[in-house]
């Protein structure tokens, strides 16, 4: 598997227009960038960098961008797949993903697993992608949302850990898996259609990012179990 995983495209988004919504840019609509672009931890959500790639824009700070959020990967073969149901073609980008893989099995992914990209970047798994009506409007298909929820192949948030330059052809290695076998789509369906899942994600530990921190405590406080299980750094 390391021989033939890579990295197809490095994708960057400029601000544009949010469809007809009205509402602020987005920078969903990404293209592939030409050489090297550095990438980074951009700090905190609200108030840090936005995207870790270096000329990428990030609109909703809310719901996107900061270390947990550094970076979005969606394998080559997931949009091959889409391509062939919606009946066009899907170039890389097309999901407003940073980095396109071909040859690695993104949505087998486990929460803190370790990537690394070329010579010296390490990215480690955060957790699935979310959809919403940006990129709902984004991809002009009807029923967009739940078409993606169903399939529950998100392709995974990573945070960085060890900066530096990424273009494409770079080789992706799995340089590291933890124990346990919490999958990035068991964190998507138990923050969205199997909600009685979340409290696996403790299984997971420190390396639950935000998101999936957040709603496992607000499950377990509404089960009446506002210790639940322990997770180190957590609470």
């Not at 960098?49 to 809310?62: E, K, P, Q």
């Not at 690695?104 to 486990?110: N, S």
């Not at 607000?218 to 506002?226: C, I, M, T, V």
Request: net charge negative; aromatic share 6%.
């Amino acid at each position: 598997m390391p021989d033939l995983s890579r990295l197809l495209a490095v994708n960057v988004g400029s601000p544009r227009p949010d469809g007809d919504s009205g509402g602020p840019p987005t920078g969903i609509h990404k293209a592939p960038a030409s050489g090297p672009v550095q990438v980074r931890d951009p700090g905190d959500k609200r108030t840090g960098l936005g995207s870790g790639v270096t000329g990428d824009f990030v609109g909703d700070r809310r719901h996107h961008g900061g270390t947990d959020q550094a970076v979005y990967a969606v394998a080559h073969e997931e949009l091959a797949h889409w391509a062939a149901e919606v009946g066009r073609d899907l170039p890389p980008g097309s999901f407003g993903e940073n980095l396109t893989t071909s040859g690695l099995a993104v949505d087998d992914a486990l929460l803190g697993e370790i990537w690394r990209i070329g010579d010296t970047v390490r990215l480690q798994v955060t957790g699935p992608r979310i959809p919403c009506s940006t990129f709902a409007r984004a991809m002009g298909e009807p029923r967009w949302v739940k078409r993606f929820t169903e399939r529950g192949r998100t392709g995974a948030y990573l945070r960085i850990l060890t900066p530096g330059p990424v273009q494409a052809g770079d080789p992706i290695v799995i340089e590291s898996r933890p124990d346990h076998q919490i999958t990035v789509p068991l964190v998507f369906r138990a923050l969205t259609t199997e909600r009685h899942l979340l409290p696996r994600l403790a299984e997971v530990g420190p390396d639950l990012g935000e998101e999936g921190r957040r709603e496992l405590a607000a499950y377990l406080a509404s089960a009446g179990d506002p210790d639940g299980p322990a997770v180190e750094g957590f609470g």
